[in-house]
């Protein structure tokens, strides 16, 4: 009995497997099959650029467990592109960890700029070197990698605008503010438009906007209730971003491409942008009319007009951009045609978005960005005129800026009010217009500083009214000063640049010192400069005798001059053993050196390789800058991981200190 239980069971439960294996095979089918309907009926709207609602879909499906590159991208993509780029991280984040072959780059810097937004900035500078090891050349990744110390650039920047929030702001969207002669701000709003009759916009679910103006109050930045423009400037379709004429009697905005009750759409049956003029007629805006430059195929947008009028700047993807969006600038011609729009160059634009150009009254080119470094999303940079057309672009900083997207920046200059459009948490609305009064001038070249004290080297003490003089590699004079009763000094000198110091002071040997700035904002090079009394007996009692090829430090019996880890700072251990050199080199004048740098393996090869440049320089701006030693006796070069002294390569796993052995300097003896 009891056999014949125990088979009839397993014939019962092996029939009952079998059969629940068959239900879970259809259902698995019918459950993907499901999923493909969802996907492709989400990826038509995505095309169609419905973001919100193609998110609604993917999340659904994400959730129930599905999961794919495509899948991820798109849900991120969703959520990039609609400016929520805060809940863009977590899918960009399961896209790289759970599909990293094969994955463009693109995401990588997405991610960053995502994970910026959150305000994660080590883990997005950490992105952003691994976007730079697989691009190499993008833009965006060389500007990263050149401006590592952007945050602290940023915060030199910041504090130089005082801010306010303004009560024309909806709980819809407000942005792209611009200045009339009629005292007013004209600006882009969805306001007034939530019945549940009302156009949405598919890409954000936002009713379409409308151009408005505003008087200014008598604090010069209040606003008085907006009023809709009048005449056939507001369509049932965007407008915005708009510039006027000196006189206040053009303006160009930019429109969906919407004229005469006609809608366009490029090939691939989609609705651009496109920039437009109007004339003002007894307070109506009428002779409405397309700009020839603009097209069906491509976007053009958010003009900026020059002062006399004979310029236009404004955004476009037109075909030969550098990236997403660049800026240009067309010449107007006196007989009311225009010339070839032309590209504002590498100086400007990158392989991401730049758009939103307000030219000042000063010729000053202020823009929004997301390809240069910046806090996150869109940040506002400025940009001076040169004779080759832009300088390069800095950021302006906080609190104009922040992690989310800031845009549509515009500034009197003559009252310092401005006014300018972000969608960072706090505000009424989807995108807030905030009003701005600058405390301080913008750092829009880079600058640095020589300071020390002048001192007695025998008994350290100052040495006030001694005679300096600032060269140029040239030996032109740049500028001259004299220590104060402090012994104290200090020159403002240009980033990037070679310089020589002479001192003189009588009953004191002179002192040549030479250094080299490098491309840090606002750094302060502290040299002191210790002067010897003729007829000095402090002379250096130390007898060497080297040859061509040795190595001074082995030569002098010197400790080992170690770095720390993705460091290149000259520790106080270090000096120690650099003044020794230095002791030989006042002694010897003769003798000339040629200072190696390098890394331990860790890291990239070509990160590797810019450390142990930056850790050179240290050591020869050292010696130059705190030794006095004449520049052109020092030469270095940079091995970065090429000349390992043990077996600690990537593959190899070492201690700290194994790996310490490989961060050092060299000192080799040259004729």
């Known amino acids: 009995m009891k056999n014949y239980l125990s088979y009839t069971y397993y014939r019962f439960t092996r029939n009952n497997f079998v059969l629940f294996s068959i239900f879970l095979f259809l259902s698995f089918g019918l459950v993907a099959q499901d999923f493909n309907k969802q996907l492709t009926k989400a990826d038509e709207k995505f095309k169609s650029f419905a973001y919100i609602d193609a998110r609604a879909i993917y999340l659904d499906v994400a959730q129930k467990g599905y999961s794919s590159p495509g899948l991820y991208q798109k849900l991120a993509d969703s959520f990039y592109l609609t400016g929520e780029l805060e809940s863009s991280v977590e899918w960009y984040e399961k896209l790289i960890q759970e599909y990293p072959q094969n994955l463009p780059p693109e995401y990588m810097f997405k991610y960053a700029q995502g994970l910026k937004s959150v305000e994660r900035y080590d883990r997005a500078d950490e992105i952003m070197d691994q976007f730079y090891n697989i691009t190499g050349n993008d833009k965006r990744a060389t500007s990263f990698v050149n401006k590592r110390d952007y945050l602290s650039f940023i915060e030199i920047q910041s504090g130089r605008f005082d801010l306010f929030t303004l009560n024309i702001n909806s709980k819809n969207s407000e942005y792209a503010p611009s200045f009339n002669n009629q005292n007013q701000i004209v600006f882009a709003s969805s306001r007034g438009k939530e019945s549940i009759n009302s156009k949405v916009h598919g890409w954000n679910k936002m009713p379409f906007l409308d151009l408005y103006s505003s008087n200014i109050k008598e604090d010069n930045i209040s606003l008085e209730e907006p009023i809709k423009l009048k005449g056939k400037i507001n369509s049932k379709f965007h407008e915005s971003s708009t510039s006027f004429s000196a006189d206040g009697q053009t303006v160009y905005f930019s429109r969906n491409n919407y004229i005469n009750?006609?809608?366009?759409?490029?090939?691939?049956?989609?609705?651009?942008?496109?920039?437009?003029?109007?004339k003002l007629k007894e307070g109506i805006w009428t002779d409405i009319e397309e700009l020839?430059?603009?097209?069906?195929n491509y976007s053009v947008s958010h003009p900026s007009v020059s002062l006399d009028g004979k310029k236009l700047y404004f955004a476009s993807d037109m075909p030969g951009a550098l990236g997403k969006s660049d800026l240009y600038v067309v010449d107007i011609l006196p007989n009311g045609e225009y010339g070839v729009p032309k590209n504002l160059g590498e100086n400007i634009n990158t392989e991401g978005?730049?758009?939103?150009?307000?030219?000042?009254?000063?010729?000053?080119?202020?823009?929004?960005?997301?390809?240069?470094?910046?806090?996150?999303g869109l940040d506002v940079f400025i940009s001076m005129p040169s004779e080759s057309g832009f300088s390069k672009a800095f950021n302006v900083g906080k609190p104009i800026n922040s992690p989310k997207d800031d845009f549509t920046f515009v500034i009197n200059e003559e009252t310092k009010i401005g006014y300018f459009a972000s969608n960072r948490k706090g505000g009424k609305g989807n995108d807030d217009i905030y009003g701005i009064k600058q405390t301080k001038d913008l750092i829009i070249s880079c600058k640095q500083y020589i300071e020390g004290i002048i001192s007695n080297n025998e008994n350290n003490q100052s040495l006030p009214n001694t005679n300096i003089t600032l060269l140029d590699l040239?030996?032109?004079?740049?500028?001259?000063t004299t220590s104060n009763s402090l012994g104290e000094y200090k020159f403002d000198v240009d980033c990037s640049k070679g310089y020589l110091m002479r001192t003189s002071l009588d009953q004191f040997n002179p002192?040549?010192?030479?250094l080299n700035t490098d491309d840090s904002f606002e750094f302060v090079n502290e040299i002191s400069i210790p002067l010897t009394p003729l007829n000095s007996d402090n002379i250096l009692l130390t007898s060497v005798e080297v040859n061509i090829g040795d190595d001074l430090s082995k030569t002098l019996q010197l400790e080992p001059i170690y770095f720390a880890l993705n460091d290149s700072i000259i520790t106080p251990k270090a000096e120690v053993e650099l003044q020794k050199i230095i002791s030989a080199m006042q002694k010897y004048p003769e003798l000339n050196i040629e200072v190696r740098s390098h890394t331990d393996s860790r890291s990239s090869f070509w990160y590797n390789k810019r450390l142990s440049v930056k850790r050179m320089r240290a050591t020869v701006k050292y010696l130059v800058e705190e030794g006095g030693v004449y520049w052109r006796r020092i030469r270095g070069k940079a091995y970065g991981e090429r000349r390992l002294l043990n077996k600690c390569t990537d593959d190899v796993p070492c201690t700290e200190e194994e790996h310490q052995?490989?961060?050092?300097?060299?000192?080799?003896?040259w004729e």
Not at 261 to 278: D, M, P
Not at 661 to 669: D, G, L, M, Q, Y
């Open 261 to 278: 009750n006609k809608l366009e759409t490029s090939k691939k049956g989609v609705v651009l942008l496109k920039l437009y003029k109007a």
């Open 292 to 296: 020839p430059f603009s097209s069906n």
């Open 353 to 376: 978005r730049e758009t939103f150009p307000y030219i000042s009254n000063n010729g000053e080119l202020y823009f929004s960005s997301d390809g240069h470094v910046g806090l996150g």
């Open 474 to 480: 040239e030996e032109n004079i740049v500028a001259q």
């Open 511 to 514: 002192r040549e010192i030479s």
């Open 661 to 669: 052995e490989n961060r050092r300097s060299e000192f080799i003896v």
